[in-house]
Each structure stands twice: as structure tokens, then as C-alpha cells.
């Protein structure tokens, strides 16, 4: 099936005019076709980007709640922890129970050990 989209792409792009509002994202496509036809040697590869996009949507639904970090210190804190509770999702880990696990440990954990720590 992908072989005959490229065949058909490639068909329906020479019948095209350069200025065809279609032309430029097959163009586009058929410029990138080794990279996007990857998924079918490897199965961990997603055809889709749903789990980035995903991933991201907490970032901008909560977009004017950055404004209120105070401080640029502030913000960076705010990036540092959202990275973190990040992380232990992408690792299914429960970011509220490894939050309460770090926070009760953290002041008995010698300083050369903290990355243990991480998700």
C-alpha cells in the first residue's frame, strides 16, 4: 500500500503546476518519503505524532499559568518540576506517589546518590 501512495503521488505531481496549491505538500512529502516510510522497518516507530502532541497539550492549556511564576527563578523551578512530573509519566510512574516518595527521602539521600531519586 505504500509503495503504490508513492507511485500515486508521484503520478498525480508531474500532472501539477508549480503554482498548484496541492503541489507543495506533496513536494513536500516525497521529499521526506525514506523518513516517513521508516514506521514499516520499525515497529516503534508511530506513524502519528497523537502522543507528542499529547504530551504537550498540559503545556499549553496551561499557558497563562507560567505568567504567574513571579520570577524568572520562579519559572525555572516551574519547568524543572513540570519536566520532572513529566518524566515519570512517559516511565508510568504515579507522579503524585513518586513526588511524596522523593520528598520523604530526599533529606536522608547523600548528595552523590539524588539521581536515584529521578523517575
Not at 62 to 71: C, E, F, I
Request: proline share 3%; with cysteine; glycine share 6%.
Amino acid at each position: 500500500m505504500l509503495t503504490a501512495l508513492e507511485a500515486w503521488l508521484r503520478q498525480q505531481r508531474v500532472r501539477l503546476s508549480n503554482s498548484s496549491a496541492v503541489a507543495k505538500p506533496i513536494d513536500y512529502m516525497l521529499r521526506r518519503w525514506d523518513r516517513f516510510a521508516r514506521f514499516i522497518d520499525d515497529g516503534r516507530i508511530c506513524l502519528t505524532n497523537n502522543a507528542a502532541e499529547r504530551a504537550l497539550r498540559g503545556f499549553a492549556l496551561g499557558r497563562k499559568s507560567w505568567l504567574s511564576a513571579g520570577s524568572e527563578r520562579g519559572a525555572d523551578r516551574a519547568a524543572i518540576m513540570a519536566t520532572l512530573i513529566m518524566t515519570a509519566k512517559l516511565n508510568d510512574i504515579d507522579p503524585q506517589a513518586w513526588l511524596v516518595d522523593v520528598l520523604a527521602g530526599v533529606a536522608s539521600t547523600p548528595q552523590g546518590r539524588l539521581n536515584e531519586l529521578l523517575p
